[in-house]
């Protein structure tokens, strides 16, 4: 059973389209959260949602969109993709938001935007 | 300058070096994680740590929190040791370290 999934694994489209990446996780972890690697594999976060609220909201531009209908679900919804928007995505999970609590990743979602 | 710092950047190292990892870290935390991604791209987790040493089969980390200094030493390298070694800082959100890509050679 996988823990934390993503679909799409890649994502290839045109610049100005609007894209969403699912996120789910059977954990029961109660914090879900949205990294970007960019190409020098450098990752940073951008949101964290506790219990479908959202409590990190990194400087990302509004163009991007978190939703969690639960606890088990953070999807990430872009508007108006851009070139710079190309990276592999990650979500994860945690227990809870406290800084001390492993986090389990999702395979990532590879987006290209041409 | 980045919060979270690692060094060094590339290790190209024989089977069956000992090989240590150092992340400095400047930020205040609650844990210290080491993750690894491997050439496929997943991220797995290796250790959270706020104190002192933990060890897993091969893998040591070892945290001074004073120094605010990390460590993660592989005893034994092994070539499926190849991936990219992640330090990050956790004070209930993440900052990474920018990697340090091992290649262990046989």
């Known amino acids: 059973d996988t823990a934390v999934s993503q679909t799409p694994k890649y994502l290839v489209t045109q610049m100005g389209n609007d894209k969403s990446i699912k996120c789910e996780q059977n954990l029961g972890h109660d914090t879900m959260y949205w990294y970007k690697q960019d190409s020098k594999k450098f990752l940073k976060i951008m949101f964290s949602?506790?219990?479908?609220?959202?409590?990190i909201n990194e400087t990302v531009p509004n163009r991007f969109s978190p939703k969690s209908p639960d606890k088990a679900h953070l999807n990430l919804h872009i508007n108006s993709l851009e070139l710079g928007d190309s990276a592999v995505y990650f979500c994860?999970?945690?227990?809870?938001?406290?800084?001390?609590?492993?986090?389990?990743f999702g395979p990532g979602t590879r987006l290209t935007v041409l | 300058k980045n919060e979270v710092e690692q060094s060094p950047q590339n290790l190209t190292a024989q089977e069956g070096e000992f090989i240590t990892i150092n992340c400095s870290y400047s930020v205040g935390i609650s844990a210290l994680h080491w993750l690894q991604q491997h050439p496929g791209g997943g991220i797995v987790s290796l250790f959270m740590?706020?104190?002192g040493k933990k060890k897993h089969g091969r893998l040591i980390a070892t945290i001074n929190i004073q120094e605010k200094h990390s460590s993660l030493h592989i005893t034994a390298s092994h070539p499926r040791d190849s991936a990219v070694y992640i330090c990050a800082a956790n004070n209930n959100d993440m900052r990474f370290g920018a990697g340090t890509r091992l290649t262990v050679k046989p």
């Open positions: 994860a999970s945690s227990q809870s938001w406290t800084g001390y609590n492993e986090q389990f």
């Open positions: 740590l706020s104190s």
């Open positions: 949602y506790n219990n479908k609220e959202l409590i």
